[in-house]
């Protein structure tokens, strides 16, 4: 158990839709960082976020966005969904925000599926 | 071309054999990580390097800063290795993935 819990683990949607994707990191840390895996494209950086902040984008979507809350856990909202949208989205939390020294701790993630 | 590239895709072994998966990657970084993904999804980060070489039980993780490469080395490989490798990049707060090594352990 890696301490970072996500929710829900799966979700059906339509296309069209919105839906809301929750992390709670481990206890202490302060970096949340978002992945997306499709079958297509393999894992790929979304955004992360620093006690509250955005820190770092990636390869984010307009039609999706996040934030970080005071209590640091993190929601992603994926809005407009398109087919193409299907895949699990990992949450990982980590100590720092330097890149040097932040080991990850991933989340079981979300599988997303947009019928 | 990918900035982050693993070999073998696919990997078969016996169980107990030494198992090595190469990463090359083409863009300075800060770390690199080995997650390891086992078919249910989830994902485990199994090390952060930014130089030389870690070990955790029969797992060996090396990286070669000038060469822009590492491996990762299983001993006595065993069924419960049976997974899927995955090489990671971090450049400042950036991160890029490899494709994966899908590894495949038969007793």
């Known amino acids: 158990d890696s301490g970072v819990t996500q929710t829900p683990k799966h979700l059906i949607t339509a296309t069209g839709q919105r839906v809301t994707l929750r992390c709670s990191p481990r206890?202490?840390?302060?970096?949340v960082y978002w992945y997306q895996q499709s079958l297509d494209q393999g894992l790929q950086f979304l955004i992360q976020?620093?006690?509250?902040?955005?820190?770092a984008k990636g390869n984010i979507l307009e039609r999706f966005s996040a934030q970080q809350f005071p209590d640091l856990h993190s929601e992603l909202n994926l809005s407009s969904l398109e087919l193409g949208d299907s895949a699990l989205y990992f949450c990982?939390?980590?100590?720092?925000?330097?890149?040097?020294?932040?080991?990850?701790?991933f989340g079981e993630g979300s599988r997303l599926t947009v019928l | 071309k990918n900035e982050v590239e693993q070999s073998p895709q696919n990997l078969t072994a016996q169980e107990g054999e030494f198992i090595t998966i190469n990463c090359s990657y083409s863009?300075?970084?800060?770390?690199l990580h080995w997650l390891q993904q086992h078919p249910g999804g989830g994902i485990v980060s199994l090390f952060m390097?930014?130089?030389g070489k870690k070990k955790h039980g029969r797992l060996i993780a090396t990286i070669n800063i000038q060469e822009k490469h590492s491996s990762l080395h299983i001993t006595a490989s065993h069924p419960r290795d049976s997974a899927v490798y995955i090489c990671a990049v971090r450049d400042n707060n950036d991160m890029r993935f490899g494709a994966g090594t899908r590894l495949t352990v038969k007793p």
């Open positions: 990982a939390s980590s100590p720092r925000t330097s890149a040097n020294t932040g080991e990850l701790f």
């Open positions: 863009v300075g970084i800060s770390a």
């Open positions: 976020y620093y006690n509250g902040e955005e820190r």
């Open positions: 390097l930014s130089s």
């Open positions: 206890s202490g840390d302060l970096s």
